[in-house]
């Protein structure tokens, strides 16, 4: 899937999918939802492996959502395994990642006593931490709405988002937005029940298998998760029996270097570390890289995101060569680093991230209302073709241009020489000629 890419997003609701006539409306991804709330067979979606299929067969990217009834995190878990299961289904096209669908269309929710924004943020938490821990993509899909007031801070922010957000010209939501649900289009011929559309606003990683923050060239392959006290990091490989550069997962400051351990199983305290690099970045967070085979900084040295700040290795407690990786709260305490593999640091947004996750509301921003004051001159230039009947009544700037795209066969008309009347040039044809002559007849009227 690339940025700008439109695709639908479809449940047992939408009836038979026809997937060829989506495409011709523009598809080139679909998001199917893989049931609702805990881990029942009886809430499985009646249509998830049909459409998973129909997808395989025509070569469609996909992904994957699961509604939430959630009220606590517990349940959230169980939702998790539920999406897990299904995830058994996916095959090779699976590129969009797993997504928990987080509102409360049906008003269960609100019934059922609603939980407050910290118990949410945390059914959030709870559901992707156990997918990605499971080596899958995943994110969550709410209202911009939810997303500003109900499911912000720094406890979800690694997360990626799906944003819905409709009857508006951008998002009202985009820190680390990768898609945007906008409308439901007018003539939908692609299925029974009309459907959502959406814009992709970022590349996201494909499966499991995606490019790394903090492996130069590999794509992530997680070997041992994070399991607070007992393993306080997340363990990582290239591909299996693979090596790789290690790079610095975003700019900041090496405030420790290790260096001078070999291969000792069993070891413990710092020197279970092997060989490593530690990072203080801006936000006041730290990222540890261990077990490194060689290191290429020195402490105290400044670092940019990406620079490669050692190679992978087999030192310190390790059973064969692999990253350990670590993020550090401002406090120097430990964190589940799983979201932040292939993410920006709470509070910490890189220059290219910000760029993929704000550029089309900057871009809406600018053209906007060069749009509007186009469509503005356009309605001004209908109103001239319809006051001046003859050549000789004409502004000469205006003059001009009609008789220039008339000439080249640009616009229709009877053209405007000897006094003919030019009444037949339409509105549309009026604001060519304001956009293309902008420039040149400024100031002229």
């Keep these: 899937m690339t940025r700008g890419a439109k695709g639908v997003d ?52 996909y992904g994957v959502y699961l509604y939430s009834y959630a009220l606590t995190a517990g349940q959230a878990e169980s939702e998790a395994r539920h999406a897990l299961r299904l995830l058994g289904h996916v095959g090779s096209f699976f590129r969009l990642g797993m997504w928990f669908d987080m509102e409360d269309a049906d008003g269960y929710k609100k019934r059922n006593g609603m ?33 500003k007031n109900r499911l912000n801070g720094p406890q979800l922010a690694a997360w990626p988002k799906w944003v819905a957000h409709w009857a508006v010209s951008a998002p009202g939501y985009t820190h680390n ?144 060569a692999h990253l350990h990786f670590e993020v550090r709260g401002a406090s120097d305490s430990r964190i589940d680093p799983t979201p932040y593999i292939n993410a920006d640091l709470p509070g910490l947004e890189t220059e290219e991230d910000m760029t993929k996750a704000e550029v089309q509301a900057l871009i809406d921003s600018a053209v906007k209302p060069l749009q509007a004051e186009l469509t503005r001159a356009g309605t001004e230039l209908a109103a001239l073709a319809k006051t001046y009947a003859y050549i000789e009544d004409v502004p000469e700037w205006y003059r001009e241009g009609v008789q220039y795209y008339v000439d080249e066969g640009l616009v229709r008309g009877k053209g405007i020489k000897d006094g003919k009347p030019f009444l037949d040039l339409t509105a549309t044809e009026c604001r060519m000629i304001t956009l293309m002559y902008r420039e040149q007849t400024e100031g002229t009227k």
């Design 177 to 320: 937005m990768v898609l945007w649900q906008y409308q439901s289009p007018p003539g939908d011929v692609a299925s029974p029940t009309a459907y959502d559309w959406n814009l992709a606003y970022a590349d996201f990683a494909k499966g499991s298998d995606h490019l790394s923050r903090v492996l130069q060239e590999g794509e992530n392959q997680i070997t041992q998760g994070y399991k607070a006290g007992s393993h306080d990091g997340v363990d990582l490989v290239k591909k299996q029996d693979e090596l790789d550069t290690i790079i610095a997962h975003s700019p900041g400051t090496v405030v420790m270097v290790q260096t001078g351990h070999g291969n000792a199983p069993g070891s413990t305290g710092n020197a279970s570390y092997g060989n490593l690099v530690k990072i203080r970045h801006e936000n006041g967070y730290y990222t540890l890289y261990a077990h490194l085979e060689s290191v290429s900084v020195k402490s105290g040295v400044a670092v940019s995101k990406g620079q490669a700040i050692g190679y992978m290795g087999n030192t310190g407690n390790s059973y064969g």
């Design 115 to 147: 939980p407050d924004d910290k118990a949410l943020r945390d059914i959030c938490d709870a559901f992707c931490g156990a997918v990605k821990s499971a080596g899958y993509d995943t994110g969550i899909y709410a209202p911009a709405s939810w997303l």
């Design 10 to 61: 479809i449940s047992e609701m939408n009836g038979a999918f026809d997937l060829s006539a989506a495409k011709k409306q523009g598809a080139e991804f679909v998001i199917v939802r893989c049931g609702y709330g805990g881990d029942y067979k009886s809430q499985d979606d009646g249509r998830y492996v049909e459409n998973l299929r129909k997808c395989e067969e025509a070569g469609m990217p």
